[in-house]
Nanobody, 130 residues
Framework: QVQLVESGGGSVQAGGSLRLSCAAS????????MAWFRQAPGKEREGVAR????????YAADSMKGRVTISQDNAKNTVYLQMENLKPEDTAMYYC???????????????????????WGQGTQVTVSS
């Protein structure tokens, strides 16, 4: 059974930093597509960052590009999202998502396509005050 458990959210002031963690289990970690999404109240879920099976990092253009870094620790089966210079508009529930390895010749789902990810965590809340 695939499980993704996020942690690290909280309340910070504008300009602050947070590091979110996503602990993965139940699949062959390191060979799956991993991504972070966020959803603010009344808004659609939007992509933040993606980590492909070959280690390539992709950041959503209209989200937090330039202020976030996605990384992984294979020994801990954990994916991280380091967020810097947080703004009040970054307030949202942040979700970790995973998808099985793509078949030969194909790529991981786009960071802008949440519907294409099969597995999701429960989310961790990030609140940024001005």
């Amino acid at each position: 059974q695939v499980q993704l458990v996020e942690s690290g959210g909280g309340s910070v002031q504008a300009g602050g930093s947070l590091r979110l963690s996503c602990a993965a289990s139940g699949f062959t970690y390191g060979r799956d597509c991993m991504a972070w999404f966020r959803q603010a109240p009344g808004k659609e879920r939007e992509g933040v960052a993606r980590l492909s099976t070959d280690g390539t990092r992709t950041y959503a253009a209209d989200s937090m590009k330039g202020r976030v870094t996605i990384s992984q620790d294979n020994a801990k089966n954990t994916v991280y999202l380091q967020m810097e210079n947080l703004k009040p508009e970054d307030t949202a529930m942040y979700y970790c998502a995973a998808d099985p390895p793509p078949t030969k010749g194909r790529s991981c789902p786009s960071v802008n396509s949440p519907d294409e990810y099969d597995y999701w965590g429960q989310g961790t809340q990030v609140t940024v005050s001005s």
